[in-house]
């Protein structure tokens, strides 16, 4: 018998410009920083830090969700599947 592998989990890009613009106005009306936004999220603000950065720009679906939430707008908002985005560069390339 084996052991059945989990799935990975998929990865969202973040539109960090976006988010930058968000943050100065979320949900509430208020600016948010980057520690705000982590502590919402339940995230490191050192994640929040590097996406911002663009240090980082694929996250985990957990990861967007979870941000996507706390600054209140739908995820496919501000973030975009990886999987979509390898689709429309090949079809890009093949053009």
């Known amino acids: 018998m084996t052991t059945p592998v989990p799935k990975p989990e998929p990865l969202f890009e973040v539109d960090r410009d976006l988010l930058k613009r968000l943050m100065k106005r979320t949900k509430t009306g208020s600016e948010m920083s980057i520690r705000d936004l982590a502590e919402a999220a339940g995230i490191a603000h050192g994640t929040v830090g590097n996406i911002l950065s663009g240090e980082t720009s694929k996250v985990y679906a957990s990861t967007a969700e979870a941000i996507s939430h706390a600054i209140g707008v739908e995820l496919l908002v501000l973030c ?10 090949q079809r890009a390339l093949t053009a």
């Open 80 to 89: 975009t599947p990886v999987y979509r985005l390898s689709v429309v560069r």
